[in-house]
């Protein structure tokens, strides 16, 4: 059997089994998708949000990408973030990055990658940006797991510079955008304490009203 096959096969045991276990799961999935929370994460195949949390499906709305950027013009991105906030009405947006990010691992060398270097460079300017306190970490990994860490609380924040989040804030929603990151390395999510529910705690260039 090849792993395509392995892999119909199991989807076959695993939708038996929760049929098995509760007759109406599929039809009450069909009818209901009610998240309180947007996860923005990495796409690397070791983070899937749900098992993170012990959640099951239809608790969490997911967005990844390489690094767990949130970029003005990603039009991919906002339109997750716009859904999520306006239709889903999610109280909590979640940033979470881990430590030993390739993508962040890769936006601190500077050899050619191709394509993916044109997105790197939003990673590599949040290391511009905190390039003294960074060159001040001598050992590599602990150095490229702050930029992870700092990496997350520029992405918090370009998610709080949307019109998107400031407008749910401006009607009255009740909206949190939170800054986390995992460690593969023990399982655990870490709060960075980086927590935005208003306008106010963002710079006045970047309010929208």
Known sequence: MNLLDECFDANRRWAAEQVDRDPTYFKRLENLQSPDMLWIGCSDSRLPPNELLARPPGDIFVHRNVANVVEHTDVNCLSVLQYAVDVLKVRHVI??????CGGVRAAMATQPL?????WLRHIRDVHLWNRAELNAI????KRTDRLAELNVEAQVANVCHT????DAWRRGHPLTVHGWIYSISDGLIRDLGINVESAEQIPPEYRLY
């Open 138 to 141: 001598a050992d590599l990994g």
């Open 114 to 118: 191709g394509l993916i270097d044109n």
């Open 163 to 166: 019109s998107i989040v400031q």
């Open 95 to 100: 940033v979470c990055g881990h430590y030993g």
